[in-house]
């Protein structure tokens, strides 16, 4: 993780048509230099609460994996954690990682014990695990993982933030 500089949150305010708001840090960066995770506080400055620690912003990605979810992915996984014990519960290490990251930025009694994606009992947003794995790289979040393999190159026709 790196603190963001005014160009990298230019670059995700271009990725997302917006300024982002709560950021931390850079989690992760595309293969093209710009940033695609960011890692956001779990209050916003506002007061609000913001459960999402790792943010996907790049538009590539965040299609391609929108695509994955349309394909019914998200149902395949669920049901295999009701039938695949050890994935069940390295899914639900996942989710205490992704909480102790959390807490690690700071502590949000709204949210305690709330990760994000669905963990640790069902999935409900590819966008999260991707960000998860990508964050904190592969072995973590094993349904993260499944996601990234699913997907071809996103980065190899230029900037992410060139692709709004």
Known sequence: MTAPTADDLD??????????RGVHAVAHRCPCGDPDVLTTEPR?????PFPTTYYLTCPRLTGAIG?????GLMSEMSA???????????????????LADRARLGIVPEIDGISAGGMPSRVKCLHVLAA?????GPGVNPLGDQTL????PW????SCHEAR
């Open 149 to 152: 393999a699913a997907l071809a």
């Open 67 to 71: 695509t994955l979810e349309g394909s």
């Open 11 to 20: 670059a995700v305010e271009s990725q997302l048509g917006r300024r982002p």
């Open 155 to 158: 980065w190899e026709v230029g």
């Open 44 to 48: 916003l400055d506002d007061g609000r």
């Open 80 to 98: 295999l954690l009701h039938t695949d014990a050890p994935l069940a519960a390295a899914y639900r290490r996942a989710h205490e990682a992704y």
């Open 132 to 136: 998860h794995s990508l964050a904190v």
